[in-house]
Structures are given as structure tokens and as C-alpha cells.
């Protein structure tokens, strides 16, 4: 991700980019404490101390199945493990059937909407048409 903030020369925060601030004084001091905050969640990013997941507890995600007689499976996420820089997230069916996914089973097996469940379940069936 492109920086929008960096140190000044000072040790304070700028900006990446030419910004003319005109304005009430007291509005500058907003914008600048916005900009050490955005500058702190930019620093954590990049010595990899900022891990964004992908949702959140009691979320609904998906699991596809060909073989079952519903083939997309609803879960919901009980919880997220967190790793060294990485996470997996348990999950649960509506049968109570527990799971565990890494971050990389995320777009292969496990889907976050509904959506991009039924797209790959119709590549899937689709690539099984043209063997």
C-alpha cells in the first residue's frame, strides 16, 4: 500500500503529498491529528504488525461441497485464531460440525459472501462440463 504520511524533518508527521491546508487553525490541528494516526497504522503495516482480517466473530462465511445435497455449506465463525502473522478461523455448521481454516484456505475452500461461493461452485461445475 502507497504511504500517505511519513517523519518530517522535524519528527512530527507530513504528508507524502503536496496538501494546502486553508482552513481554521483548530481544523489544521484536526487534520494533523488524523494524519499521526494514519501515520502510526502506516508504520505498524509495514513492519508487519498489522494484520486485517477478513471478518469477525459470529460472521456468517461459506464452505462448497459439490457432493453434498446443498452443496454451499453456511458456517458461522466462532472464533479467530491468530498465528505469527497470520490467522485461521474456527468455524461451525448448523449441524455444530467444527472447523478450523488457515487465511490461506480464504478464496480456495472458504468464501466470506455467499456470492463468491456461488461463482467458484459455477467454475467448478463448469470446468467439470468441458473434461
Known sequence: MERLTQTSDKGGVAFTFDLTISCEPNEAKKILKLAEKLKQYEDLEEQGQLLRLPCRPNDIV?????????????????????????????????????????ADDIGKVLYITREEAEAKLTEMEESDEGE
Open 62 to 102: 461459506y464452505r462448497i461441497n459439490k457432493a453434498a445435497r446443498v452443496p454451499i455449506i453456511k458456517m458461522a465463525v466462532k472464533r479467530i485464531v491468530l498465528f505469527d502473522k497470520s490467522y485461521a478461523l474456527e468455524v461451525v455448521d448448523e449441524y455444530g460440525g467444527q472447523l478450523l481454516f488457515l
